[in-house]
């Protein structure tokens, strides 16, 4: 299934299986249709509606906070802990939010995603911190930002992997807005499972 992930960028993933996931699109230059679209928050660099139809259709299910929603419709609204069934898939949204800085409290109830492919189960953290909620979450490939500042650093990440037990990690939010590919591969040394860096599609 690792194989089957593709990083667009930032925070940005699609996902190609029987369907086809986007995860917080972001400055798409082209790419299939989605038939599912996962929404981690509202900030402009995790929800943009032009990216979204780009590769939406009438059939296209968007999920996503409350905080996004009345900007694109339909869209289905989560809150964290909230599982649900989404174009076949079992689909969990997590809690994503700071601890020690001020760029997304938890109150704002902003979401990461936990689905279930093929008995599998891919983590996209969101926006956040090394939260202690990571202890409860299962899961076999884990994307997680490591850039420091608005999210984890790459020192905290790797401690996150220790409480997922995940097989697989995949570095996320840095080349653009904040971090770099040196914060990647920081990551890369620091943490105890295979991390794949890689090359944005």
């Known amino acids: 299934m690792i194989d089957n992930i593709k990083w667009l960028g930032h925070a940005s993933f699609r996902i190609e299986h029987n369907v086809i996931i986007y995860i917080d699109p972001w400055k798409l230059s082209s790419g299939p249709a989605a038939d599912l679209i996962l929404i981690t928050h509202?900030?402009?660099d995790h929800f943009s509606p032009n990216d979204i139809e780009k590769v939406r259709t009438d059939d296209t299910i968007i999920v996503g906070p409350k905080t996004c929603?009345?900007?694109?419709?339909?869209?289905?609204t989560v809150k964290q802990l909230d599982v649900i069934s989404a174009a076949g898939l079992r689909v969990e949204a997590t809690?994503?939010?700071?601890?020690?800085?001020?760029?997304?409290?938890r109150s704002d109830d902003r979401v990461g995603y936990l689905i279930e492919i093929d008995n599998q189960n891919i983590y996209h953290a969101g926006d956040t911190d090394h939260i202690p909620e990571?202890?409860?979450?299962?899961?076999?490939?884990?994307?997680?930002?490591?850039?420091g500042k608005y999210v984890m650093t790459p020192e905290e990440a790797a401690r996150a992997v220790d409480d997922?037990?995940?097989?697989?990690?995949?570095?996320?939010?840095?080349g653009d807005i904040v971090g770099s590919e040196e914060n990647a591969r920081r990551f890369k040394e620091l943490a105890d499972c295979e991390v794949r860096i890689l090359e944005k599609s």
């Open 42 to 44: 509202e900030h402009f």
């Open 69 to 76: 929603a009345g900007t694109i419709q339909p869209m289905r």
């Open 95 to 105: 809690p994503a939010y700071n601890i020690n800085k001020p760029f997304h409290p």
């Open 134 to 147: 990571m202890k409860n979450i299962k899961c076999d490939i884990a994307l997680l930002p490591v850039s």
């Open 164 to 174: 997922l037990r995940c097989r697989y990690a995949i570095p996320m939010h840095y």
